[in-house]
């Protein structure tokens, strides 16, 4: 099993929006091997907006509410 971090869209509900970029420039979906793996992946996001925020570098971060992890297939 893999496990993806979800964000709540008003238009699409619960998606995938979190992507990796390969070697050729192409983006896909990323997922994680463990669910420990996508809760650090999402505690440093959210650690990150929190920062940039703090700096003036953003005018909101996103909410932890607005992620959650499911496992997928």
């Known amino acids: 099993m893999k496990y993806e971090i979800q964000h709540y869209t008003l238009c699409d509900g619960w998606v995938n929006t979190w992507t ?4 050729d420039g192409t983006t896909e979906s990323e997922y994680f091997e463990t669910k420990e793996q996508a809760i650090s992946a999402l505690a440093d996001f959210i650690d990150e907006e929190n ?13 932890i509410q607005e992620f959650r992890i499911e496992e997928v297939l």
């Open 20 to 23: 990796i970029t390969n070697e």
């Open 51 to 63: 920062r940039e925020y703090l700096h003036g570098n953003i005018d909101s971060p996103y909410d």
